[in-house]
């Protein structure tokens, strides 16, 4: 086989969906217009002479397009029309004898679900995997103990490419309810973390069979794949190499005043920073965005979602005060925002203080690409399974992190964004590097939402450099907030608390770009 076969974008049909007004033919030339780069004829129960023929009138299209055409399962039919290669199951023929009758020159194809059977397809020659399952899909059974995630694609991925005793590179798509709104998530998350590598493409039925326009579904998948391997943070930063990892801390000192200074601009049109957050902080998170630069809507309603998300800058979701309603707004919210890759920030308030509270963020990072977790050592440990770190309602109790570090570095790696964990100490980390925030003020702890506000800090400026460098935007947001808390505190009218307040509110909107510059004190330790 060629390995410089394109698998970027997947097409993998099913007749059911085809409606009477078109036949398959039709579909999957609309479909390679748009930017298909490699198609499976899959048809589970058609007769042999039906299967022969309506291979036959894809081929037509493919050959056309000069676009490789796979049999699924039927090597008699892959044979019989000299097809380009099949794709086979663990239940199908096994791979040795499909090699040894299409021959070395075919590509073959093997779906797997475990880490044992990828190491095994790869030992035995096949040309790629079918890694799956990832979501649940209408166009199969599937049971829950099959369904991977992002996160068990990856482990799968990084086994494959760790097997020993392979002579040839290891390639691989996965499969199953990826679509334009969740294919750049997948494409991060599932990133091999030892070597940095995507996987090759996605496979994808019914997010291009079941369209309306088949081509222009494939075109937004087009620009959503394109943008997770070239132009997203992520695959940036690894095309940077040693520029990003070595990269000077007066430099990100630099460059986190000029995102603030961008931010605040009069010039500028506000970005709009959605807020989902607890009805505890809602006025004052509104006000916060107002006076950091940007302009806030606190829009939590799934019905809205659509038609607000082309508007959106940054989505803030915070879980404080969570019922059905909320969930459902948070869930169709992040879904449009991923449709358009606008940052999304997560903020797992108490996420260690009830099981619906935990299932629910797991559920939101599995699902959803979050460019910034913003969270207390307690909400952090939560998420990283440790007891180090206990928590009593929304608050973080004890010393912390003995490797705080470790802590948010290792956090951001598992799930492919910055990590912001605040306390007497913020520390802020994209997994390459982490740097401690020693700005802020004992009175940040004693009003309620001041976490709360540091996400709509954080989310105020990330946006700007959402898609180049998430750490200096996140950093912009904790130092641009702290600042002003300790300008704050230093007014001769701050009496405590309530007084201190007020006074936030002001300095958040009187602080300069020459005063982050000056008295910002970060510093790299990681």
Known sequence: ?????????????????????????????????????????????????????????????????????????????????????????????????????????????????????????IKGGADYLGIGTCFDTATKQVSGSDLRGPAGIREIWQTALDAEGVNKPVRA?????????????????????????????????????????????????????????????????????????ERSEESVRHAVVNVFTRVRMPSNVRPLIQHITNAVVTNDSANACLALGGSPIMASSDIEQKDLAPAISSLLINIGTIDQAHVAGMRMAMREAQLYNTPIVLDPVAVGASG??????????????????????????????????????????????????????????????????????????????????????????????????????????????????????ALAGVVAINLAAEHATSRSDVKGPGTFRQAFFDEMYNITGEDIAKEMQIRRVG
């Open 356 to 473: 619906f509270r935990k299932d629910l963020v797991q559920e939101l990072l599995r699902d959803f690409a979050v460019h910034v977790i913003k969270g207390n050592a307690g909400e952090i440990a939560s998420l990283l399974g440790s007891d180090e770190v206990q928590m009593r309602g929304v608050d973080s109790v004890g010393a912390g992190f003995t490797d705080p570090v470790a802590a948010v570095s290792s956090l951001s790696r598992r799930h492919r964004c910055v990590v912001v964990m605040t306390g007497v100490v913020d520390y802020v980390s994209d997994g390459i590097a982490t740097y401690a925030v020693h700005n802020g003020s004992r009175l940040q702890a004693c009003i309620t939402g001041s976490g709360c506000m540091v996400g709509t800090s954080v989310a105020t400026f990330v946006q700007a450099v959402a898609h180049d460098d998430p750490l200096v935007g």
């Open 173 to 245: 798509v996965t499969i199953g309810g990826v679509n334009e709104y969740n294919a750049v998530h997948v494409l991060q998350y599932t990133r091999a973390q030892k070597i940095d590598r995507p996987l090759d493409g996605i496979a994808v039925v019914s997010a291009i069979m079941a369209a309306s326009n088949p081509k222009h579904a494939t075109e937004t998948l087009k620009r959503q794949i394109e943008f997770a391997l070239s132009q997203s943070w992520i695959a940036k930063h690894r095309l940077l190499g040693k520029e990003i990892v």
């Open 1 to 121: 086989m060629n390995n410089d076969i394109d698998l970027s974008l997947y097409l993998v049909t099913d007749s059911l969906m085809v409606p009477k007004t078109k036949t398959l033919a039709q579909i999957v030339d609309e479909a390679i217009q748009g930017g298909v780069t490699i198609v499976q004829l899959r048809e589970k129960t058609a007769e042999t002479g039906d299967f022969i023929a309506l291979a036959k009138s894809l081929q037509q299209v493919t050959k056309k397009h000069n676009v490789p055409l796979l049999i699924n399962d039927r090597i008699d039919v892959a044979l019989a029309i000299d097809a380009d290669g099949v794709h086979i199951g663990q239940d199908d023929m096994p791979l040795a004898q499909a090699r040894k009758m299409l021959g070395d020159n075919k590509i073959i194809g093997v779906s797997v679900k475990t880490a044992s059977e990828a190491c095994d397809a």
